[in-house]
């Protein structure tokens, strides 16, 4: 994930990286120089050439990445597309806010195959409880422009998805439902990156509004008699579900498969830790000194990717459903002065929300091979 601008046109008050407690981004520069792209891609590809890499996947982030501006963002994507022709298939996406897409946006990203993702809360009221433009106006109807441009015919390959912050406050069924208007081909829906020191909004031991809000989704998007869209989030509970293994397998924690690259190339861990504590994401490594390799045998990666001796809590470990939720996302675990040793603040949340799903699934199958024999 390479972090191609640090500021965003938006004032999002759910914003992990500009609202919680993390507050490094304001030492970064606001984009990343042309020098920076080319070692950046330089160090791609050295990784990608000596593991012999098949694909590398390169998601252009912010802050709004679109800030960076569009011979920045050409700049990168073709020395990229450069430096690993030969080497490995680079698949190459951007995730923003949908605000500033246009029609020479989209023909740069036709040219060059980068998909685009949006984030989107739902419809006007939804959306507008957080994701405000930086004057206080709503950011719904330039949101929409954009998502209009992506479903044209000749840009509709480029489009890759909506990502939607949960807010309970919200009727599931009509978010999900806006969304679906948006003909997205996938809906990423995200928990408020919130921890037991900072819990999330409505949050209570042993209440489950988190897993009943998705639930009302899911009960939704299952049923239709054809299916919509793929939700990322349900889809992976699911094929947990119908996963088949010995009981004395290890548990997969659930981990981010991204190490974040920043505007001056040092190396971070998931931005979703900056909702932990002030430098939690950090690594004290960058790209100028370091190769990826490096970055990968760093202790803090290793723990992040739930490597080390003890990836998960020990309440986790004999929790029946950890091989269903892999004891949720690593910041949502984070309480002093335990660190990230403890079980998921949406804890409830995740059993409720996995084990309905699995009995749902696996009853549905049963049903199926009994009809079958």
Same mark, same amino acid.
């Given at each position: 994930?390479?972090?191609?601008?640090?500021?965003?046109?938006?004032?999002?008050?759910?914003?992990?990286?500009?609202?919680?407690?993390?507050?490094?981004?304001?030492?970064?520069?606001?984009?990343?120089?042309?020098?920076?792209?080319?070692?950046?891609?330089?160090?791609?590809?050295?990784?990608?050439?000596?593991?012999?890499?098949?694909?590398?996947?390169?998601?252009?982030?912010?802050?709004?990445?679109?800030?960076?501006?569009?011979?920045?963002?050409?700049?990168?994507?073709?020395?990229?597309?450069?430096?690993?022709?030969?080497?490995?298939?680079?698949?190459?996406?951007?995730?923003?806010?949908?605000?500033?897409?246009?029609?020479?946006?989209?023909?740069?990203?036709?040219?060059?195959?980068?998909?685009?993702?949006?984030?989107?809360?739902?419809?006007?009221?939804?959306?507008?409880?957080?994701?405000?433009?930086?004057?206080?106006?709503?950011?719904?109807?330039?949101?929409?422009?954009?998502?209009?441009?992506?479903?044209?015919?000749?840009?509709?390959?480029?489009?890759?998805?909506?990502?939607?912050?949960?807010?309970?406050?919200?009727?599931?069924?009509? $978010?999900?439902?806006?969304?679906?208007?948006?003909?997205?081909?996938?809906?990423?829906?995200?928990?408020?990156?919130?921890?037991?020191?900072?819990?999330?909004?409505?949050?209570?031991?042993?209440?489950?509004?988190?897993?009943?809000?998705?639930?009302?989704?899911?009960?939704?998007?299952?049923?239709?008699?054809?299916?919509?869209?793929?939700?990322?989030?349900?889809?992976?509970?699911?094929?947990?579900?119908?996963?088949?293994?010995?009981?004395?397998?290890?548990?997969?924690?659930?981990?981010?498969?991204?190490?974040?690259?920043?505007?001056?190339?040092?190396?971070?861990?998931?931005?979703?830790?900056?909702?932990?504590?002030?430098?939690?994401?950090?690594?004290?490594?960058?790209?100028?000194?370091?190769?990826?390799?490096?970055?990968?045998? +760093?202790?803090?990666? $290793?723990?992040?990717?739930?490597?080390?001796?003890?990836?998960?809590?020990?309440?986790?470990?004999?929790?029946?459903?950890?091989?269903?939720?892999?004891?949720?996302?690593?910041? +949502?675990?984070?309480?002093?002065?335990?660190?990230?040793?403890?079980?998921?603040?949406?804890?409830?949340?995740?059993?409720?929300?996995?084990? +309905?799903?699995?009995?749902?699934?696996?009853?549905?199958?049963?049903?199926?091979?009994?009809?079958?024999?």
């Amino acid at each position: 994930m390479v972090k191609v601008a640090q500021r965003c046109n938006l004032a999002c008050d759910h914003c992990y990286v500009y609202e919680l407690r993390d507050t490094t981004w304001r030492d970064k520069p606001v984009v990343m120089a042309a020098q920076s792209a080319d070692q950046l891609a330089g160090r791609i590809a050295e990784h990608a050439r000596g593991h012999a890499l098949p694909a590398v996947r390169v998601v252009l982030h912010g802050g709004e990445p679109l800030l960076a501006g569009r011979r920045r963002i050409e700049h990168l994507v073709s020395v990229l597309r450069s430096a690993l022709q030969g080497v490995s298939d680079c698949d190459i996406s951007l995730q923003c806010n949908g605000t500033l897409l246009d029609p020479e946006w989209l023909d740069l990203f036709r040219q060059y195959g980068v998909s685009v993702g949006v984030s989107l809360d739902g419809d006007r009221a939804a959306n507008d409880r957080h994701r405000l433009s930086r004057n206080g106006r709503s950011s719904y109807t330039a949101v929409l422009k954009g998502l209009e441009l992506l479903r044209r015919p000749e840009n509709r390959a480029l489009y890759s998805g909506l990502l939607c912050t949960v807010d309970t406050a919200n009727d599931p069924v009509a $978010v999900y439902e806006e969304l679906l208007s948006h003909e997205p081909p996938m809906i990423d829906f995200l928990l408020p990156h919130s921890t037991w020191e900072h819990p999330p909004p409505g949050h209570d031991t042993g209440a489950t509004p988190y897993a009943d809000w998705l639930l009302a989704v899911f009960e939704r998007w299952y049923t239709a008699p054809v299916r919509e869209t793929r939700i990322r989030r349900f889809e992976d509970i699911m094929e947990r579900s119908l996963r088949t293994g010995p009981p004395s397998a290890p548990v997969q924690p659930a981990v981010s498969d991204f190490i974040v690259v920043e505007s001056d190339l040092s190396v971070e861990l998931p931005d979703s830790l900056k909702a932990a504590y002030d430098g939690a994401a950090a690594t004290g490594l960058n790209l100028h000194e370091h190769d990826f390799d490096t970055v990968a045998r +760093h202790p803090s990666v $290793v723990a992040a990717r739930g490597a080390g001796p003890a990836p998960l809590a020990a309440d986790c470990m004999e929790c029946p459903v950890v091989r269903l939720c892999g004891g949720g996302l690593r910041a +949502h675990r984070f309480r002093a002065p335990d660190d990230f040793d403890n079980p998921s603040v949406f804890c409830a949340d995740l059993r409720r929300l996995t084990t +309905h799903i699995h009995d749902r699934v696996v009853a549905d199958v049963r049903e199926l091979l009994g009809r079958a024999s």
